[in-house]
């Protein structure tokens, strides 16, 4: 980032009261970012550090240094979708958690699932020559690749903690197997989302504790809350023949490969919960799914529409 | 519980707690004077807790009710870089309320009293929040006006005598500072886009500016408290001090943004060397203030439902946590 001239008056810059850190060069500082549209030059940069960031990604794809061939892309468009349209569900709760704690950590956990969509999506994106907003805005219902447990209904905290707990444990064992993928970008981006998604998968464990072991009434809304959005589970691990061939080239994984650790260390928590007899998930019926070949449930289009309006109502502009 | 402490002042004071009282006082005082900070163990006058307390109470709630205008266009924002910088910022809000309302319980009232408080209508947050955030925009101008002003309005507050409070701002005006700046930049954005945007970006100004400037609170004839807590290093610039200031940084920086501010009357006072305005409608903010606002009872009924809706869970946690601890225990 270069260092902005410093337009700052004198006497602003001499008393302390008025000195705070970027606050008189804001003009100048923020200037040249909108200007320029370089990722890095931005004001707004949220990422800390040298975390892979999506600006990044699409740098790379400007410089020709990255192009995922159609396979890829497509995997990448399932895993991005997944990914935004959680991140739009949960975005919902910022402000009204139950606890400020979880306005925080709700928001927290949205902002990394976003910021794993970007990266996912910028990146599928430029095998069709599309920006992540071209793919996030201007798609239509049918052409979103995503499982039908992410659209599902926020419902109540307990809904939304039975969600994100299938969900975190689910990406943290996809994530973990595609820091392996022979494909650099898919395994840069996993990594960093690995990092990520263990501390959802911790937030949501402690959750299905504290609601299971609490009181009667957190009791029976835990367990109602898991058969609402069990039923969504095995869609997750369906192998097709995009997967299959990704396997093969070893850029991606089989999603079933990841179904023995995943109900392995989501029963163990589920048994210290006290829930496994009680909710007999075995015998939850599953759903047919088909959001990978974009058949959704009634949920999406709502979304969707409230995603869009904004961006489709000034086509072609720029925020 | 401290907090009735305020309310029970012993008429009568034996010797001994007249001493204690006096040396606290000596104490109090000298603090002060050499301009250095009082503690939340320290002696401390009761008018001096009472307004702090209210001050940084008003301050969380202001933080919390705050989360609402803008957590409404998070789901709508128009690209996806916007919407992360968004969640951030709301994100960042309720970060700033729990910051706040840790440094009001060292005053001896607790965060569940305050909240309750608060969704009673018993307490006061910044009037502004009750103004609706209708467009996009309002994003922008949310930032660099509301959050613009709050800054010149917060970084003194660095400096105040209470230093549980100091030390809560000093973080805070990191992050306001931020807000503002993404705030200008997406003003600047959309007065370099089309016709469509440019006007949407004139318009949240024109509807956010005059409610900014009142941010800074009464004139300053028209402002009781104010000389007391300059007395004590609470405050230390007076409300139309700090709304000049402000006024002259946003009359440079509307330039850069290509819009303008809607007001004739701006001008730099050459003998007093202070930016002035054209009047202000303090009736509309009393209004406001009073719960005639557009969302007064919206931006409280949100809250109350939050609260209420997520009773189950708290008590929850609670339940969890005793049981634990009966675990441990036992073990």
């Known amino acids: 980032m270069t260092a902005p001239e410093n337009t700052t008056p004198e006497h602003e810059r001499r008393n302390p009261d008025f000195a705070i850190e970027g606050h008189g060069d804001i003009s100048v500082g923020v200037k040249g970012a909108g200007a320029s549209g370089d990722g890095s ?28 061939n159609e396979d890829v892309a497509e995997y990448a468009l399932r895993i991005g979708d997944d990914s935004l349209i959680l991140a739009q569900r949960l975005g919902h709760w910022i402000s009204r958690a139950p606890e400020l704690e979880e306005d925080v950590a709700l928001g927290n956990i949205a902002l990394d699932q976003l910021g794993h969509a970007r990266s996912f999506l910028t990146y599928a994106g430029a095998a069709w020559d599309k920006s992540e907003d071209d793919l996030a805005y201007f798609r239509r219902e049918h052409e979103f690749r995503s499982a039908h447990l992410f659209e599902q209904p926020n419902g109540d905290f307990a809904v939304t903690i039975a969600r994100q707990f299938i969900v975190s444990y689910y990406q943290f064992e996809l994530y973990k197997r595609l820091t392996g993928s022979s494909d650099q970008t898919i395994a840069a981006i996993a990594a ?27 009791r029976r809304r835990i367990v109602r809350a898991f058969k609402l959005v069990w039923p969504y ?16 080239a070893k850029t991606g994984v089989q999603p079933s490969s990841l179904r023995a650790d995943f109900d392995h260390l989501t029963g163990a928590v589920l048994q210290e919960a006290g829930l496994e007899e009680e909710l007999a998930l075995e015998r939850i019926p599953q759903s047919l799914g ?30 | 519980m401290a907090s009735q402490n305020l309310q029970s002042v012993p008429a009568e004071l034996s010797p001994e707690e007249l001493e204690r009282e006096q040396a606290g006082q000596a104490y109090f005082d000298r603090i002060i004077s050499e301009d250095s900070r009082i503690e939340p163990r320290d002696w401390m006058p009761e ?6 307390l209210r ?79 209708v467009s ?47 705030g200008f930049e997406i003003l600047l954005e959309l007065s370099n886009g089309t016709p469509a945007q440019k006007q949407m970006a004139q318009d949240a100004v024109n509807r956010w500016y005059a409610p900014a400037l009142m941010m800074f609170g009464p004139p300053d004839d028209d402002s009781p408290n104010s000389k007391q807590s300059m007395a004590w290093n609470i405050k230390r610039f007076s409300n139309d001090e700090l709304r000049s200031r402000f006024v002259g940084m946003m009359v440079e920086q509307v330039k850069v943004l290509g819009l303008t501010l809607p007001d004739q009357d701006i001008r730099f006072n050459e003998e007093t060397k202070k930016w002035e305005h054209g009047p202000l409608d303090w009736n509309e903010f009393k209004d406001v203030l009073a719960g005639k606002g557009p969302c007064n009872a919206q931006r409280l009924e949100r809250r ?10 708290r008590e929850a946690a609670a339940e969890y946590a005793r049981k634990q601890a009966e675990k441990e225990f036992a073990a």
């Open chain 1, 41 to 68: 030059a931005s004001a707004t940069r949220i990422t800390p550090g040298n975390a892979l960031r999506p600006e990044d990604i699409a740098l790379e794809i400007r410089r020709g240094q990255v192009k995922p």
């Open chain 1, 192 to 218: 960093k989302a690995l990092k990520e998604v263990d501390y959802h998968r911790d937030h949501s464990a402690q959750w299905v504790l504290r609601l299971a072991g609490g009181t009667e009434e957190s």
């Open chain 1, 233 to 248: 589970v095995e869609e997750l691990f369906e192998d097709d023949e995009l997967t299959t061939r990704l396997a093969e």
């Open chain 1, 290 to 319: 088909g959001g990978r070949q974009g058949k959704h449930s009634e949920h999406l289009g709502y979304l969707l529409a409230e995603m869009q309006v904004l961006a489709r109502e000034h086509p072609g502009a720029s925020w």
């Open chain 2, 47 to 52: 008018a001096y807790r009472k307004t702090l």
């Open chain 2, 55 to 133: 001050q940084i109470s008003q301050h969380a709630h202001s933080e919390i009710i705050g989360m609402q205008p803008e957590a409404n266009w998070i789901t709508r924002a128009p690209s996806l870089k916007r919407k992360a910088i968004l969640m951030a910022k709301v994100q960042d809000e309720a970060g700033h309320g729990l910051y706040l309302y840790s440094a009001a319980e060292t005053l001896g009232q607790s965060r569940d009293k305050m909240m309750e408080d608060l969704i009673a209508g018993k307490a006061r947050y910044s009037s502004i929040f009750n103004y609706p955030a």
């Open chain 2, 136 to 182: 996009w925009a309002d994003m922008g101008a949310i930032g660099w006006l509301v959050d613009g002003a709050a800054i010149c309005n917060q970084v003194p507050l660095c400096r105040a005598s209470y230093g549980p409070y100091g030390r809560a701002m000093v973080r805070i005006c990191k992050e306001e500072s931020f807000h503002q700046r993404q």
């Open chain 2, 304 to 313: 109350r439902e939050a609260h209420d809706d997520g009773a189950w869970v």
